[in-house]
């Protein structure tokens, strides 16, 4: 039985701690169950058994009518994973799956396959969980086995010392607490979006608003480090459409800006890289190969590609390629929080930080 993980060396942890208690709140992206033998297996129960400092703490199991269902649903909505642009947005790489082998039953003839896609995990311990262990317990000509797959689980300490990328008072969401926003992409793991309040604290506020009206509009997007443009695109004119069959067509006509936007990408010292959305079409002060410093004004707030409303979609990420970099969460030297207290990162949903 083959057994792999997304990712596969390791699962970034964040963690908070308080009160004695640790936080630990992770994501496996994805898990691929093969029968790489020449005879059909029946899958009892996958486990996925959680350890800190070599404790045993917790387990969630799949078995009976959950992992029925679970394996058909899989096997029904899972098939766009497997090659083109939604499988690098959410998986980093196709390949991974092969929708065309996937079991819609506990039963696995050779070489077909399930998964899971996508398993968050909050729990609170007096340590940090520090290791995920995957067990598979199946069946095989009469005579049961445990196929078992382990991934340790670290924080993530970044390389560089980062400055935010907008100056005043700003409102960010969607960071990885918000679980049905950016985090179920690989690149944006965590990434923030970036916004703006008038001084009533709204970000909308009147009938039918023009980009234009929006406070952020506009407003200068800074490097966050030193480092050099890997690439960037300057010139897509619009808001694309939420809806795919729309949104597709302008795919064909300015590539991955149809999604992100005008954009801008950073390589920084230490295999770390920025990335920089939905700017105002032709505001990039910059170009591919272009050298920039930290604190420098590469662009301004815009409103194309696929976007809500005017704002900054930011991310950190392991290479300078918003398909198949990994998420990496960032921190700050630069900002605090509503009561003046610095902050390092941003660990929660819709919060208000102010630079400094």
Same mark, same amino acid.
């Given at each position: 039985?083959?057994?792999?993980?997304?990712?596969?060396?390791?699962? #970034? +942890? /964040?963690?908070?701690?308080?009160?004695?208690?640790?936080?630990?709140?992770?994501?496996?992206?994805?898990?691929?169950?093969? +029968?790489?033998?020449?005879? &059909?297996? *029946?899958?009892?129960?996958?486990?996925?058994?959680?350890?800190?400092?070599?404790?045993? *703490?917790?387990?969630?199991?799949? $078995?009976?009518?959950?992992?029925?269902?679970?394996?058909?649903?899989?096997?029904?909505?899972?098939? @766009?994973l497997?090659?083109?642009?939604?499988?690098?947005?959410?998986?980093?790489?196709?390949?991974? @799956?092969? &929708?065309?082998?996937?079991?819609?039953?506990?039963?696995?003839?050779?070489?077909?396959?399930?998964g899971?896609?996508? %398993?968050?995990?909050?729990?609170?311990?007096?340590?940090?969980?520090?290791?995920?262990s995957?067990?598979?317990?199946?069946?095989?000509?009469?005579?049961?086995?445990?196929?078992?797959? =382990?991934? &340790?689980?670290?924080?993530?300490?970044?390389?560089?010392?980062?400055?935010? &990328?907008?100056?005043?008072?700003?409102?960010?969401?969607? +960071?990885?607490?918000?679980?049905?926003?950016?985090?179920?992409?690989? =690149?944006?793991?965590?990434?923030?979006?970036?916004?703006?309040?008038?001084?009533?604290q709204?970000? $909308?506020?009147?009938?039918? /608003?023009?980009?234009?009206?929006?406070?952020?509009?506009?407003?200068?997007?800074?490097?966050?480090?030193?480092? %050099?443009?890997?690439?960037?695109?300057?010139s897509?004119?619009?808001?694309?459409? @939420?809806? @795919?069959?729309?949104?597709?067509p302008? !795919?064909?006509?300015?590539?991955?800006?149809?999604?992100?936007?005008?954009?801008? #990408?950073?390589?920084? $010292?230490?295999?770390? =890289?920025?990335?920089?959305?939905?700017m105002?079409?032709? =505001?990039?002060?910059?170009?591919?190969?272009?050298?920039?410093?930290?604190?420098?004004?590469?662009?301004?707030?815009?409103?194309t590609?696929?976007?809500n409303?005017?704002h900054?979609?930011?991310?950190?990420?392991?290479?300078?390629?918003?398909?198949?970099?990994?998420?990496?969460?960032?921190? !700050?030297?630069?900002?605090?929080?509503?009561?003046?207290?610095?902050?390092?990162?941003?660990?929660?949903?819709?919060?208000?930080?102010?630079?400094?």
């Amino acid at each position: 039985m083959e057994i792999r993980t997304i990712p596969e060396d390791y699962i #970034i +942890n /964040m963690t908070k701690e308080g009160h004695g208690k640790v936080e630990s709140n992770f994501l496996l992206h994805g898990l691929k169950i093969k +029968n790489d033998t020449d005879m &059909p297996v *029946v899958i009892h129960q996958i486990n996925l058994e959680l350890y800190a400092a070599e404790t045993f *703490v917790k387990q969630v199991t799949y $078995s009976g009518k959950a992992l029925i269902n679970t394996i058909e649903r899989f096997a029904q909505e899972c098939t @766009w994973l497997g090659k083109g642009f939604g499988a690098q947005l959410f998986l980093g790489k196709e390949g991974f @799956w092969n &929708p065309e082998k996937f079991s819609s039953t506990k039963t696995l003839m050779p070489d077909q396959e399930t998964g899971l896609f996508n %398993e968050y995990f909050v729990v609170i311990n007096k340590e940090m969980i520090d290791l995920l262990s995957v067990a598979v317990l199946y069946e095989k000509e009469g005579k049961e086995y445990r196929q078992e797959l =382990s991934i &340790p689980l670290r924080n993530y300490v970044n390389k560089n010392k980062y400055l935010f &990328p907008l100056k005043g008072c700003i409102s960010t969401c969607g +960071n990885y607490n918000c679980l049905l926003d950016h985090r179920q992409h690989y =690149s944006m793991e965590f990434a923030i979006d970036m916004a703006q309040y008038n001084k009533e604290q709204k970000l $909308s506020f009147q009938e039918e /608003m023009r980009k234009e009206d929006y406070v952020i509009y506009g407003k200068e997007i800074l490097a966050i480090a030193d480092g %050099e443009v890997i690439d960037c695109f300057h010139s897509i004119p619009i808001t694309t459409s @939420w809806v @795919w069959e729309e949104r597709e067509p302008y !795919f064909k006509q300015y590539g991955l800006a149809a999604q992100f936007g005008n954009y801008v #990408i950073l390589q920084h $010292s230490n295999g770390e =890289s920025s990335f920089y959305g939905h700017m105002i079409e032709d =505001s990039l002060t910059v170009k591919k190969g272009d050298k920039v410093k930290q604190g420098q004004v590469i662009g301004k707030v815009g409103h194309t590609g696929l976007s809500n409303c005017p704002h900054l979609h930011f991310q950190l990420m392991d290479r300078p390629d918003i398909l198949t970099g990994r998420g990496l969460p960032c921190s !700050f030297l630069n900002i605090k929080d509503v009561t003046g207290e610095p902050l390092e990162r941003i660990m929660d949903d819709n919060i208000i930080v102010h630079t400094c």
